[in-house]
C-alpha cells in the first residue's frame, strides 16, 4: 500500500482509466461520489484514498499520520485538491490494509502526542469507511482526528463522534451567500454540526481561509467568529492565508481557475482577521 499512496497531499492524483477526470465534467457531482459502501469486515470493507501523509505537524497536535480520502461536495473556489473531488478517483484500499499500515506508526504516534488525522476531499463522503478507520484507531489507543467542513455531518451518530477526539472544522464563510459562492454548497449543515459539536463538548479546532476579495469581507469574518465563539468546547482558530500551490492542478483537470488573480492576504490583513477572533476571547494562530 506504501508505494502506491504514500506521497504529498500537492501531488495530483486521478486512477489511471478513471473516467470524467477532467474538464467542465469534472466539476459535477456524480452518481458514484454518493453512493455508500456495504457495511462488511475490514478485509472487504473498501476505501478510495488519494495519499497518505507519515509526520505531518499541522493536521492536529503532535506529529500524525493523515490519511486523504477521495471524494467531497464542495466546490471551493480557492481548493487546492481538486483531484480529491470524485471518490471513483482515489485508490482503493481495504481497511485491513490501511489499519495494517497505520498499525506500523503507533508507537512514534503515540511518544510524540500525535495520532491520526482522517482528511480529504470531504471524509464523510465515505462515512462507512472513515468511521470504521476512526474506531480501530481509537482500538489502538490512538489518537484521532477528523479533518472536516461539516456538510455531512449527520452521517455521524453522536455516539460515533466519541470516537473523534478532535474536530478540524473548515467553517468556509460566515454570510449564506458568500458560503455558497465560495463553496457551492450551503452553510447550514455546518452551522448543524458545530452546534452538534458545542452541545456534546466535543473539542474543535476551527479553520478559516483568507481570500482577498473572497473571504476577507469585514462583517462575513464577524459571523466567522460569531459563529465559532458559540462553540464552547473550541480550542483555537487558525487563520490559513490563501495561497496559490493548488493552481497548477486545476490547469491539468482543464479546469477554470477562478481564483487566478488573488494574491494572498498582506500581513495587516491578516492581522485584522485574527484580531476580529481575538476580540471575542478566542485563541487564533
Given at each position: 500500500?506504501a508505494?502506491?499512496?504514500?506521497?504529498?497531499?500537492?501531488?495530483?492524483k486521478?486512477?489511471?482509466g478513471?473516467?470524467q477526470?477532467?474538464?467542465?465534467?469534472?466539476?459535477?457531482?456524480?452518481?458514484?461520489?454518493?453512493?455508500?459502501?456495504?457495511?462488511?469486515?475490514d478485509?472487504?470493507?473498501v476505501?478510495?484514498?488519494?495519499?497518505?501523509?507519515?509526520?505531518?505537524a499541522?493536521d492536529?497536535?503532535?506529529?500524525?499520520?493523515?490519511v486523504?480520502?477521495?471524494?467531497?461536495l464542495?466546490?471551493?473556489?480557492y481548493?487546492?485538491n481538486?483531484d480529491?473531488?470524485?471518490?471513483?478517483?482515489?485508490?482503493?484500499?481495504?481497511a485491513g490494509d490501511?489499519?495494517?499500515?497505520l498499525?506500523?506508526?503507533?508507537?512514534?504516534?503515540?511518544?510524540?502526542?500525535g495520532?491520526v488525522?482522517i482528511?480529504g476531499?470531504?471524509?464523510?463522503?465515505?462515512?462507512?469507511?472513515?468511521?470504521?478507520?476512526l474506531r480501530?484507531c481509537?482500538?489502538l489507543?490512538?489518537?484521532?482526528?477528523?479533518?472536516?467542513?461539516?456538510?455531512?455531518g449527520e452521517k455521524?451518530?453522536?455516539?460515533?463522534l466519541?470516537?473523534?477526539?478532535?474536530?478540524?472544522?473548515?467553517i468556509?464563510?460566515?454570510?449564506?451567500?458568500?458560503?455558497?459562492?465560495?463553496?457551492h454548497?450551503?452553510?447550514?449543515?455546518?452551522?448543524?454540526?458545530?452546534?452538534?459539536?458545542?452541545?456534546l463538548?466535543?473539542?474543535?479546532?476551527?479553520?478559516?481561509?483568507?481570500v482577498p476579495?473572497?473571504?476577507d469581507d469585514?462583517?462575513n469574518?464577524?459571523?466567522v467568529?460569531?459563529?465559532?465563539?458559540?462553540?464552547?468546547?473550541?480550542?483555537?482558530?487558525d487563520?490559513?492565508?490563501?495561497h496559490?500551490?493548488?493552481?497548477?492542478?486545476?490547469?491539468?483537470?482543464?479546469l477554470?481557475?477562478?481564483l487566478?488573480?488573488?494574491?494572498?492576504p498582506?500581513?495587516?490583513?491578516?492581522?485584522?482577521?485574527?484580531?476580529?477572533?481575538?476580540?471575542r476571547?478566542?485563541?487564533?494562530?
Open positions: 500500500m508505494t502506491r499512496l504514500s506521497g504529498s497531499r500537492y501531488e495530483l486521478v486512477q489511471s478513471a473516467t477526470s477532467g474538464g467542465p465534467d469534472h466539476f459535477a457531482i456524480h452518481e458514484a461520489d454518493l453512493e455508500d459502501i456495504a457495511e462488511n469486515e478485509q472487504q470493507l476505501g478510495y484514498i488519494h495519499s497518505y501523509e507519515m509526520g505531518s499541522v492536529g497536535p503532535g506529529i500524525r499520520a493523515v486523504f480520502l477521495s471524494g467531497c464542495m466546490r471551493c473556489q481548493c487546492h481538486p480529491t473531488w470524485h471518490k471513483m478517483h482515489g485508490t482503493p484500499t481495504t490501511l489499519m495494517a499500515e498499525k506500523k506508526y503507533v508507537r512514534p504516534l503515540t511518544l510524540s502526542k495520532g488525522t482528511s476531499g470531504e471524509p464523510l463522503v465515505q462515512h462507512r469507511f472513515a468511521k470504521r478507520i480501530r481509537k482500538e489507543g490512538l489518537h484521532t482526528a477528523l479533518d472536516t467542513c461539516g456538510r455531512l455521524l451518530s453522536d455516539e460515533e466519541m470516537d473523534v477526539d478532535l474536530n478540524l472544522l473548515d468556509k464563510s460566515g454570510d449564506p451567500d458568500t458560503y455558497y459562492r465560495v463553496t454548497q450551503p452553510l447550514q449543515p455546518t452551522l448543524d454540526y458545530a452546534k452538534r459539536l458545542s452541545d463538548n466535543r473539542p474543535t479546532w476551527v479553520r478559516f481561509v483568507l476579495g473572497l473571504t469585514y462583517d469574518v464577524e459571523r467568529a460569531d459563529i465559532t465563539a458559540g462553540i464552547r468546547s473550541v480550542e483555537r482558530v487563520v490559513l492565508r490563501f496559490q500551490m493548488g493552481r497548477s492542478k486545476w490547469d491539468a483537470l482543464n477554470k481557475y477562478p487566478a488573480d488573488a494574491v494572498p498582506s500581513n495587516e490583513l491578516t492581522e485584522r482577521v485574527k484580531e476580529q477572533f481575538r476580540a476571547g478566542l485563541k487564533v494562530y
